[in-house]
C-alpha cells in the first residue's frame, strides 16, 4: 500500500451568489472523492467550466467568497503530521505553504513582479519559510536554478528580459525551491511553443523525481497528460467521472466522456475522421440531473437521466462513474502492443 | 491557372528602439507562395512564436506593407487600392479569424451587433430583414443560428461557439479566402477539432480558401492540403502537407515534430527534451541555403 498524501472525501465546493434578489448557486465542486500518492504525477483534466481550477483552488486553500466548502473533508499527510486546511488555525496554514505546499502558475508574465529583479521575488517568496542564512540561501537558489538549467544571471534579470520559456521554468524554481511535498500545476505549459512545452514538461517531471514529491498536474490537453502524469483523473461538469493509471486510462476507456476525449485528438500519421462531441458542458449553475453527461452520451439509458452514477472500482486501481461502464469500447486504438491493457 | 493570392519575394524588416539602442528584425525574409482560385485549399503557415508566421499573415490581409516583394490578390496589388471602395471590395473577398475569440468580441456589446455591422458594410444588406436572413444563412455555414446567438453577450457563450461566430462574421461577405491566426489555440482541445473541420467543410462545401496559421502540428496533418514551414522569418521547408510532416526533412522540422507530444507516448517515458543541435546548426547556414526542390514536391532549404 503505497502512502497518500492527500485524501479528499466528497468534497463539495460551490459558489454562492445573491445578486438583486435572487440566490445562484454554481456547483464547481461537486462530490469529489480521490487520493494523491506520494512521489505521484497526478493529472486532472476536463474541459474549462468543468471544475478543476476550483478543484486546485480547494486544494490550495485558497478560498475566497463567493466560493465556499459545502462538505466533505480534505486532509494532508504530511512528514510532520496531518493536517486538514479547514480545521487547522490560520497560522498553521500559512506555515505550510511553499515549504510543504506550493503552486506553479499559469502565465509566467502575470506572476512575476514586471518592476522588481526576480532575485527580489526569489526572496518575497522563499527567504522566510526556508529559515537559512542569506548566503546560503542564496547558495541554494543557484544551485536549484541550475538543475532547472538556468544560469544564476537570471536573478539579476527583470522578467520582461527573460523568453517566456524561461519565465515558465523561473516560475518552476520559484514553486520547487524549498522542496515542498506536494506541487499545484495549473496548466504551466499552455501558453509556450511546442518545442519550449516539451523541454519544460521535462524539467518538472525530473525535479519531482529528484525530490520525491507528489505533483498535482491539471490541462485539458490529454496529449501532455499521457506524457507526465502517472494516473489521472478525468472531470466533467463538477464531478470526477473517471480515474485510472494513464496507459490504462487512454487504452482502455471505461466512461463514454473519456472516450471521446481520447479518440477526438488528431494524431500525425492518423488520417481516420475525427468526430467532435456534441453540444457544450453544462451551464453548472443548473445540472442536469441524474447523470451529469447524458445530454451529451451515445450510451445514455432511461436511468442515466434520473440516478447519479457513483465513482465504482472497474479495474485494478481504476473508477468510472457511468452505469454503463462495462459496455465503454475505445473509440480510437492507441499504437503500440504493451497498452493493449486487459480491461 | 489564375492566381487568388501570389506572395513574390517578400521581406519584411522591422527596426525598434531609439538611436541609441536600435535593433533590425528580419520578420520576413523572401517568402513566395501562391494559393490558385481554381481549387479551394487549406493552406497552413506553421512555426513558433517569432517565426514570422503572423506578420506574413498581416502583410496579406493588406494591414502591413512588405519592405521589398509583391503581394498579389486576384492580380492586384494592396497598394494600388487607393479608394475606400476598392479596400472595401478587397475585405468582401479576403476575411480574417483572430486567435482568442473573447477578445475579439466587445464584452460590453450583444454579440450580434457584429454580425448586422458586417452584413451592412461588407455584404451590402439595405433592410434589417435582407441583413438577418444573410447572418442566418453565414451561422448555418458554422451549424449555428441567429436565434441562439441573437441578443446574447459574449460571456453567455462558450469559446467554441463564439470562435464560431467569428467565423461565421467572416463569411458573411462570401469571402474567397479566410485568414485564421491560431484559431483554435485559446479553444479546449476538445472543442478544437469542431472548429479545424469546420475549417475543412466550408473548403469543401462552400469553396473557400483558408490560409490556417498554427503552431499545432496535429491539426495541420489533419486538415492541411499544403504547408510551410517557417524558422525565424526564413521559409524552411514547403509543399504537400501529409508527406512533409509523416517525414520532416529539413532539421528544424524534424525538431519541431519530435516535440510533439502524442497520446501514444503513454508509458513510454520520452519526455527528454529535444535536440536542437541540428536545427541551431541548420539556423547558421539559413543566409546562403536555397530552396531545393525534391521528388514529392516539396521544396527544402538546405
Not at chain 2, 521581406?11 to 536600435?22: E, I
Request: include cysteine.
Amino acid at each position: 500500500m503505497t502512502e497518500n498524501v492527500l485524501t479528499v472525501t466528497s468534497l463539495k465546493a460551490y459558489y454562492r451568489m445573491a445578486y438583486f434578489g435572487v440566490d445562484r448557486e454554481v456547483r464547481a465542486v461537486d462530490d469529489v472523492t480521490l487520493s494523491v500518492r506520494k512521489n505521484e504525477v497526478y493529472g486532472i483534466a476536463g474541459e474549462s467550466s468543468s471544475g478543476k481550477t476550483t478543484l486546485i483552488k480547494t486544494f490550495a486553500s485558497a478560498i475566497r467568497p463567493p466560493l465556499k466548502i459545502v462538505g466533505g473533508s480534505m486532509t494532508y499527510h504530511f512528514e510532520n503530521g496531518d493536517i486538514d486546511p479547514y480545521a487547522a488555525p490560520k497560522a498553521k496554514v500559512d506555515a505550510l505553504r511553499w515549504s510543504h505546499l506550493s503552486y506553479i502558475m499559469q502565465g509566467s508574465m502575470s506572476l512575476l513582479n514586471p518592476v522588481r529583479r526576480i532575485r527580489r521575488t526569489f526572496e518575497d517568496f522563499a527567504f522566510r519559510p526556508m529559515g537559512l542564512p542569506s548566503s546560503e540561501f542564496w547558495g541554494r537558489v543557484e544551485s536549484h536554478l541550475q538543475r532547472l538549467d538556468l544560469s544564476p544571471n537570471v536573478l539579476s534579470a527583470y522578467p520582461h528580459q527573460l523568453s517566456g520559456g524561461m519565465r515558465q521554468r523561473v516560475t518552476i524554481a520559484l514553486a520547487t525551491v524549498c522542496q515542498p511535498e506536494f506541487v499545484i500545476a495549473d496548466e504551466p505549459t499552455t501558453a509556450l511553443d511546442v518545442v519550449v512545452q516539451k523541454d519544460v514538461l521535462a524539467m518538472i517531471r525530473d525535479v519531482q523525481r529528484q525530490m520525491g514529491s507528489s505533483v498535482v498536474f491539471v490541462t485539458h490537453d490529454m496529449s501532455v497528460h499521457a506524457n507526465i502524469a502517472d494516473r489521472i483523473g478525468i472531470m466533467y461538469a463538477g464531478r470526477l467521472v473517471e480515474e485510472g493509471p494513464t496507459r490504462t486510462l487512454l487504452a482502455a476507456p471505461r466512461h463514454p466522456y473519456t472516450a471521446h476525449l481520447v479518440a477526438s485528438l488528431p494524431r500525425i500519421g492518423d488520417t481516420t475522421p475525427k468526430v467532435a462531441l456534441e453540444g457544450r458542458p453544462p451551464n453548472l449553475a443548473e445540472p442536469p440531473t441524474g447523470c451529469r453527461f447524458h445530454p451529451r452520451c451515445p450510451l445514455a439509458i432511461e436511468k442515466c437521466t434520473t440516478d447519479v452514477p457513483p465513482l465504482e472500482p472497474v479495474g485494478l486501481d481504476h473508477r468510472s462513474a457511468c452505469w454503463r461502464s462495462a459496455e465503454v469500447r475505445p473509440l480510437t486504438r492507441i499504437g503500440h502492443q504493451e497498452l493493449e491493457v486487459a480491461g | 491557372m489564375t492566381a487568388l493570392l501570389e506572395v513574390s519575394h517578400v521581406s519584411k524588416h522591422f527596426v525598434t528602439g531609439g538611436r541609441l539602442s536600435r535593433s533590425h528584425i528580419d520578420a520576413v525574409v523572401d517568402a513566395n507562395l501562391s494559393l490558385s482560385s481554381d481549387a479551394s485549399e487549406i493552406f497552413t503557415i506553421i512555426g513558433e512564436s517569432g517565426s514570422g508566421k503572423t506578420t506574413l499573415a498581416r502583410m496579406i490581409l493588406g494591414l502591413e506593407h512588405p519592405t521589398s516583394g509583391d503581394i498579389r490578390f486576384e492580380g492586384k496589388r494592396n497598394a494600388e487600392r487607393r479608394t475606400r471602395a476598392a479596400r472595401r471590395d478587397f475585405y468582401r473577398r479576403v476575411q480574417p479569424i483572430f486567435q482568442n475569440p473573447f477578445e475579439t468580441f466587445n464584452p460590453l456589446k450583444r454579440v450580434d451587433r457584429y454580425l448586422h455591422a458586417s452584413a451592412r458594410t461588407l455584404f451590402g444588406a439595405r433592410t434589417a430583414s435582407e441583413a438577418e436572413s444573410v447572418i442566418d444563412g453565414a451561422l448555418h455555414k458554422v451549424g449555428l443560428s441567429l436565434r441562439e446567438v441573437a441578443g446574447r453577450y459574449a460571456h453567455e457563450l462558450s469559446g467554441g461557439q463564439l470562435q464560431r461566430v467569428a467565423i461565421a462574421r467572416a463569411l458573411i461577405p462570401n469571402p474567397s479566402l479566410l485568414i485564421a491566426d491560431e484559431p483554435v489555440s485559446m479553444v479546449d482541445a476538445s472543442l478544437r477539432m469542431s472548429i479545424v473541420t469546420l475549417l475543412r467543410d466550408l473548403r469543401d462545401e462552400f469553396g473557400v480558401s483558408v490560409i490556417y496559421i498554427t503552431h499545432d502540428l496535429a491539426t495541420a496533418y489533419y486538415i492541411s492540403d499544403r504547408l510551410v514551414i517557417m524558422q525565424k522569418g526564413y521559409v524552411v521547408e514547403m509543399g504537400p502537407a501529409r508527406p512533409i510532416l509523416d517525414a520532416p526533412e529539413h532539421p528544424y522540422s524534424r525538431l519541431l515534430k519530435d516535440s510533439v507530444l502524442s497520446i501514444t507516448d503513454a508509458g513510454t517515458d520520452g519526455l527528454v527534451s529535444a535536440d536542437r543541435s541540428e536545427s541551431a546548426a541548420a539556423w547558421e547556414r539559413v543566409g546562403t541555403a536555397t530552396l531545393q526542390e525534391r521528388e514529392d514536391g516539396r521544396f527544402v532549404r538546405l
